[in-house]
């Protein structure tokens, strides 16, 4: 195995279990580590040592918390390239995007919210009520709370997670999926390493029915929660019964509209970013590309002729940026969608389609490969528009831009679905751009750019698309519980009970 057994980790120490399962490395299909799944017993003993350590934890200052996470950062922008390799070998990613994306926006959250909460970011508010009576606010931490992370950016996941939540006190139980566990022991040590307590931050990994005893537990007072909508309706739903708080981040099938003063340069620059970065495998795609009528010659000629700048290959290359899929039961999940688009929506395929890529010589033909697709001509109801395939499938459709309602009617058809997380538009006109993005209804938006989504910037979907945000100032307050406290300072105390 190319990664040593990676064993639970709780109470500041590694615990192995007897049963194990398997990552697959998706480049090659060989597993490269064995993997402690997590039995009743390890999530109560991880919940039991967050419980303890929070004790002290939630009493510490701001101030030191901040200065250890600071610490945490530190060795995590130190060892980017060891991580970025881990999770290369473990999502499928190629070097050249985890490099540089996965530690550097996982750490740059983590560096937020540790200065956010040193600078007063937990602070409450004051209110004069009266000369001599004051209401004034505290945020208090939740307690122990549960991290459950999807596969697609596995440690910075956990780090959008843990960092607000360690900052404002808590402490977490965190589970990865079960496609991606590597990174999560590796956090796990580096939060020792930089000085947080033990039970602070815990590791259990396992699948599904894992994540069900974990976000159950009758010690978890919030579930953070990645993955899909179906499952988050059902963790959601388990977590209504202990009234526990829930942040909800699911899927999306976002919008991605190019207005008709677009250059055709930049529609097709940014519908690519769109579609095909993270081999399609990011929750905020536009995998539904709205183009005008009037530009469709131009649009798919530029587009064709774009799709081959992308380069699948060697994960090592620096020259790579697609690599395959992250699974074996995903590559099957995309291939049937692409097969329903073709056989039975009817779509127009122009590029890719079932099969392989042509990989360079040297590259395992054993890897969960898909052809980045596009698909033209599409209508608004094939399954393909309308599900969530989550790979490297763009679905074109068009608009009728000399329709003198095309506006009302293209805004209707981009929100037509019962998900929001993203949308944006690309367009030469910002006064335009800014009118159609104020009535999509979607929870992050963008002009005239798509994907970035920096430490400032709160992120969060509308609709089925989740609950709460995540990453950005107001974010740190799902973190937390308010106590509101009124102080009498005038000498008696009111009574409505006088004797008369
Ligand atoms: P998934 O729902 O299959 O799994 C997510 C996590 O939930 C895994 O750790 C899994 O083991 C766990 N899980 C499964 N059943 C559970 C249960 N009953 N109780 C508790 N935990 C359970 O999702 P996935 O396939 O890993 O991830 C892909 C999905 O994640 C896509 O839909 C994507 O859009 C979404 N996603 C959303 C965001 C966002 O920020 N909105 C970010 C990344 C991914």
New binding site residues.
Partial sequence: MAYEKQALYYNGQRHETSETFQTIDPSNNKPIADICKADKAAIDAAVHSAKDAFIKWSRTTAMERSRILLKAVALLRERNDELAKIETHDTGKAFSETSVVDVVTGADVLEYYANLVASGGLNGETTQLRPDAWVYTTKAPLGVCAG??????PIQ?ALWKSAPCLAAGNCMVY?????TPLHALKLAEIYTEAGVPPGVFNVVQ???????M??SHPGISKVS????????C??AS?AANGMKYVTM????KSPCIVLPDATVDNGVNGAMMANFFSTG????NGTRVFVPASMKSSFEQNLLQKMENIRPGDLFDPATNFGPLVSKV?HEKVFKYIRHGIETDHAKLIFGGLGQPELPSGVSKEGYWVRPTVFTDCTDAMLITTD?I?GPVMCILYYDDKDPHWLESLIARANNTNMG?AAGVFTSNIDLGYKVVQRLEAGITWVNTWGESPAEMP???WKM??LGT?NGRGSLEHWTQNKSTLVEMAGEVPTAFPKL
């Fill in positions: 459950i992370g999807a596969w697609n950016y996941i589970k990865p999926s079960e496609f396992g699948a599904g029915d894992v994540g069900a974990l976000t929660f990645t993955g899909q909508v179906s499952t988050g059902k963790v388990s981040e699911l899927g999306g495998q990011v929750c905020t995903h969530e989550f997380l992120v969060g979907g698309s989740g995540e």
